[in-house]
């Protein structure tokens, strides 16, 4: 997690965002079987952070991993790709996404209330201070 924090305060460092950050998008490097690095792909969503969009015809990514900004149609940069991060944290953490359903509306309005737990049995193992950084 922390070389993935690095590589997009890279990215954020150059003025982009990047706005559909998930698992998919993120390519472990491994040399003789052990992990050396990864890299950030599939940029076809990312902007400048100067490129302010206001409205929900420029919805992007994955909704899923969408920030609230995003999907409420208000001002969003680079927070939407730190929100993103925690969503990928509690995957990792997890193997379940936070805000889940079979049902994009429903996925929406847990996004938009910030409608999660840390009710999955495995939490129980999981540092508090784990669990801040994901909130």
């Known amino acids: 997690m922390k070389i993935l924090i690095n590589a997009i305060q890279a990215v954020h460092n150059c003025g982009v965002v990047h706005r559909d950050l998930k698992p998919e998008n993120i390519m472990l490097i491994f040399k003789s ?3 050396v690095d990864l890299k950030l792909i ?12 206001q409205n ?22 680079i927070q939407s790709d730190v929100f993103s ?12 996404l936070p805000f889940y359903s079979e049902e994009n509306e429903l ?3 847990k996004i938009s209330q910030g409608d999660f737990d840390f009710n999955l049995r495995v939490f ?3 540092s508090d201070d784990a669990k801040d950084l994901i909130c």
């Open 33 to 35: 079987d052990v992990f």
């Open 56 to 77: 929900m015809e420029n919805l992007a990514g994955t909704i899923n991993y969408m920030a609230p900004e995003i999907i409420n149609g208000e001002v969003f940069g």
């Open 107 to 109: 996925v929406i309005r």
């Open 124 to 126: 129980d193992y999981i």
């Open 85 to 96: 991060l925690g969503v990928i944290l509690y995957f990792i953490l997890s193997s379940e």
């Open 42 to 53: 599939d940029f076809g969503f990312a902007i400048y952070e100067d490129q302010i969009y």
